[in-house]
């Protein structure tokens, strides 16, 4: 029983996986969702790297209504359930951006279709409930710790390419430092010497 509710939890985790995209400036990438009404829909998205680790997001349903659209957006998180059976669209757009393409990880999540409510016939049948609802729970569970270690993973690599800058900027700004003090003394050296040397009027 374990064994099988190990196995259909890693099942699981395989049909979320998080993506790392490309979307150059001045473009639009869009992926799609082909799901039923009432299914729980879910999207997760880092930039991790490119210009001001913004972008632009929207969330397009069936319909063409626009669920969800945001500007500017470095992260987010955001679940709805399906209003109509159909693709929803889900669109990452870099046309703000002059010349830099960003790069965005992100994770599309969907549900379990809702069920037409049947009445559980004897014990076999309420055990078999049971453990399918631990299995939810358990891949609810480690769904949520992939998606914590992908974040940290990302969050991990922005903060070391931002330390990795400020050193290179300190180690080029002490530098710059030492030539103009090297360069300043000098100059009060040859000042002095000029200063005190002795002038002969012949």
């Excluded at 639009?28 to 999207?43: A, H, N």
């Excluded at 993973?153 to 180690?171: A, F, K, P």
Aim: aromatic share 10%.
């Amino acid at each position: 029983m374990l064994v099988l509710m190990v196995l259909l939890s890693l099942a699981a985790l395989r049909g979320s996986q998080a993506y790392f995209i490309t979307v150059d400036a001045h473009a639009e990438e869009c992926f799609f969702d082909k799901v039923e009404i009432g299914t729980k829909l879910g999207l997760t998205f880092e930039i991790s790297e490119g210009g001001f680790l913004d972008i632009d997001v929207k969330i397009v349903g069936p319909d063409g209504k626009v669920i969800y659209q945001g500007e500017r957006e470095t992260s987010g998180k955001y679940t709805f359930a399906a209003h109509l059976p159909g693709k929803y669209t889900y669109c990452f757009s870099n046309q703000m951006s002059t010349m830099t393409p960003k790069v965005v990880m992100f994770d599309m999540e969907v549900g379990d279709a809702p069920k037409t409510d049947v009445k559980a016939e004897g014990d076999e049948t309420a055990d078999h409930t049971k453990m399918e609802e631990m299995i939810k729970e358990l891949t609810t569970s480690l769904t949520g710790v992939k998606h914590e270690q992908e974040y940290m993973s990302v969050r991990d690599r922005i903060h070391r390419s931002i330390n990795e800058s400020t050193n290179s900027r300190v180690v080029l700004w002490s530098f710059f430092e030492a030539v103009v003090l090297f360069t300043m003394t000098m100059g009060q050296v040859y000042y002095l010497k000029r200063f005190f040397e002795v002038r002969r009027v012949v």
